[in-house]
């Protein structure tokens, strides 16, 4: 058996043999330029980042357009370090999932090494890191959850008031330390760089920008910071904080995906579960569709990024296309089928796409009641991509990916999945929000799913959401089978505008959902009748 570390790759015959593309440059001397000359700083160190991002650096590099990697910092899980990075010399098996069963697999090496930003010695080498004039960019997928400095009812989190009091050597938030690497960038020699968040969530740079301004300027009033390194920061020809849109599914790593790598030949790939519930392997699954638009501020210079299939463009094109993403086309589809699926007992999204009433559902909530809001991006068709969607990516059979996954933080995701649209039904001369059917229903699937019964009425379990403490308890005194125990215990959550975008009240359609919900309380199967007669 052949196991995944720089010393195995010697033996190009053996993985050949498995089926495995290798990379064909100095690996050795990659890492070697990126210490001495970093470019590239990317924050979260998962399946994304690994699957997607470092696979666009490894195409430059093996075309000779770029000669450093990637240094891969990790802010909230330093397991994904300790166990995965360090003991496979920061390489990753990368297979992706064709829709006919086939799959690609090479070997990623584009990442040099790992951080784990907590503790002394990872601080004091991301500070020399950003200190270099040679690093370009900072980008983050940190999913949506890791720029939020306030909890749902606007508080400081605990961590990010404990950064704003113990100052930029303390930092533990991820936007703490950002910033607090801003100011060794800035008391290096304030250096230009692009600040890039490549999360997963609408106007992501907005986001970035919004949290770093945010700790700074508490520093700054506690007497940590000069005036001079916030001057710094709103400069956007010194920092700039792009926006960016990015599409590609990399579920949970497979059992179904190791077995077939142990065939292969390929051994050590076993799946780690860390103790922040993080799932990760040496290799990552991951489909074939990928789509990444940046908009094109890099005050330090950029790496030629289109050269690898990125689309370079101006901030209003990347707005269109994450909104086109965002709340129409993919994630308010993936949202409705994660709950939905939970409920009714599907493992895989693919088989939920075998479902007529759920294929309906998404079709409905993406063509009929999305897609009246979305403004053409330009440079990718909104129905092609929601075609491809629905028709190919969706359900494929050979991606693993699961609905417990996807449900995973959706109190964090229901305002811009769902919200947005609601918003652009309310400000619009043309279309009425009561028209919105399927959408209404959504939300209440999420919450009929927050109870953590299944249709079968068996108990469900629900997965991570930082808000769960706080809506949970709102369905108190509610009982499936029992629908009169249902006295307008969601009203407070659905005129809550922090986490829907809208107050649901004020605009309208909190009857509705209110009402789809009580339909679910019926009994076993009042869920599946509820979604037939919506989808009818």
Not at 116 to 129: P, Y
Not at 308 to 330: F, P, Q
Not at 515 to 535: D, H, I, M, Q, S
């Amino acid at each position: 058996m052949i196991e995944l570390n720089r010393e195995s790759l010697k033996d190009r015959a053996a993985w050949e043999v498995a089926g495995v593309a290798l990379p064909s440059f100095d690996i050795e001397g990659m890492v070697r330029a990126t210490r001495e000359s970093p470019e590239w700083v990317h924050f979260g160190a998962g399946n994304i980042f690994r699957g997607y991002i470092a696979s666009l650096r490894q195409r430059l590099i093996e075309r000779g357009l770029a000669s450093s990697g990637i240094v891969a910092v990790e802010t909230f899980d330093e397991e994904i370090i300790e166990k995965i990075y360090k003991p496979h010399d920061s390489l990753t098996l990368l297979v992706s999932l064709m829709p006919d069963g086939q799959t690609r697999k090479q070997v990623v090496a584009s990442i040099a090494y790992g951080v784990a930003a907590s503790g002394a010695e990872g601080m004091a080498e991301l500070k020399r890191l950003f200190a270099k004039p040679s690093l370009q960019i900072a980008s983050f997928t940190i999913t949506e959850k890791g720029y939020a400095l306030n909890d749902i009812n606007g508080e400081p989190l605990p961590i990010f008031a404990s950064d704003a009091k113990l100052g930029p050597d303390s930092a533990r938030h991820a936007m703490s330390i950002a910033a607090a690497l801003l100011l060794e960038r800035y008391r290096a020699g304030a250096y230009p760089i692009a600040m890039v968040s490549m999360d997963n969530c609408s106007r992501n740079g907005e986001k970035l920008q919004c949290a770093v301004w945010k700790a700074a300027d508490v520093w700054r009033d506690n007497g940590f910071v000069e005036d001079g390194f916030i001057k710094y920061i709103h400069d956007g020809s010194k920092v700039s904080f792009p926006w960016s849109m990015i599409d590609k599914i990399t579920p949970r790593p497979d059992e179904q995906v190791r077995s077939a790598l142990a065939k292969a030949g390929i051994g050590g790939m076993d799946v780690v579960v860390t103790g922040k519930s993080t799932y990760i392997a040496p290799f990552v699954n991951a489909e074939s569709p990928q789509y990444l638009v940046i908009e094109d501020q890099f005050p330090n210079g950029r790496p030629p990024l289109e050269q690898a299939g990125v689309y370079m463009a101006d901030r209003d094109t990347v707005n269109r296309t994450e909104t086109m993403k965002v709340t129409t086309c993919l994630n308010p589809l993936h949202t409705a089928l994660a709950v939905l699926g939970c409920l009714l007992g599907y493992t895989r999204i693919s088989d939920e796409m075998g479902d007529p009433d759920l294929k309906r559902l998404v079709e409905r909530i993406g063509y009929h009641e999305g897609m009246p809001v979305v403004v053409d991006p330009g440079i990718i068709s909104p129905r092609e991509f929601i075609k491809e969607v629905i028709e190919e990516r969706f359900p494929n059979p050979f991606m693993p990916d699961t609905p417990q996954r996807i449900a995973t933080d959706t109190s964090q995701k229901i305002l811009i999945r769902f919200g947005e649209t609601v918003k652009r039904y309310i400000a619009s001369d043309t279309l009425d929000v009561s028209s919105l059917r399927c959408i209404p229903f959504a939300l209440a699937a999420w919450a009929r799913y927050l109870m953590g019964v299944g249709d079968d009425g068996r108990p469900m379990a629900i997965s991570p959401d930082p808000m769960l403490g706080m809506l949970q308890p709102m369905l108190d005194g509610v009982e499936l089978g029992d629908p009169s125990s249902y006295s307008g215990q969601l009203r407070p959550m659905l005129a809550n505008a922090n986490i829907f975008g809208a107050d649901l009240v004020q605009a309208g359609l909190a009857d509705r959902v209110e009402g789809y919900f009580v339909e679910t309380l019926r009994g076993p199967g009042a869920v599946r009748a509820a979604l037939a007669r919506v989808v009818a």
